[in-house]
């Protein structure tokens, strides 16, 4: 007997006003943390025009944001978390190894801000892809 499911898929599930609210309430707490100007902000949202950041910012309750947007602040959780694992015995760390000069490939002496602030999401992705590595 067929039985009818209200279950979401995870795409509809990101496709809420719900899940753009909570997306962008971490999204600004992150950018509070790491220090990062309201310029900053825009590009590692995707460049987005100052009436459509300001509108962000306020926190509405129903927001739908861009497939593009959603996937930026994905990836900037994802580095979020992997910095929590890694310096698990130091908050500290966690927040400022983003700004810290870093040696490794693909940073080659700048910072993964500087690295991401170039403003591609697929930067934003390898600095992603850099921590699940050192996080293993």
């Known amino acids: 007997m067929p039985t ?11 496709d809420t006003a719900e899940a753009g609210h909570v997306a962008l309430k971490f999204f600004f707490n992150l950018m509070e943390h790491w220090g990062c100007s309201a310029e900053q902000q825009r ?3 995707g460049k987005v025009g100052n009436t459509t950041f300001y ?10 944001l861009p497939r593009d947007t959603l996937e930026r ?8 978390k992997a910095l929590s694992i890694i310096f698990s015995n130091s908050r500290e760390r966690v927040y400022k190894w983003v700004s ?4 490794a ?13 170039v403003g591609r999401v ?10 699940d590595g050192v996080r293993g």
């Open 4 to 14: 009818s499911s209200t279950a979401q898929t995870p795409e509809q599930q990101l």
């Open 43 to 45: 590009t590692l949202l």
């Open 100 to 103: 810290s000069p870093n040696t």
């Open 105 to 117: 490939a693909p940073f080659n002496g700048q910072t993964a801000l500087d690295y991401m602030l």
């Open 122 to 131: 697929v930067d934003i992705a390898d600095v992603r892809r850099y921590l």
């Open 73 to 80: 602040i994905s990836y900037l959780m994802g580095i979020h």
């Open 55 to 64: 509108k962000y910012k306020h926190l509405p309750p129903n927001v739908r």
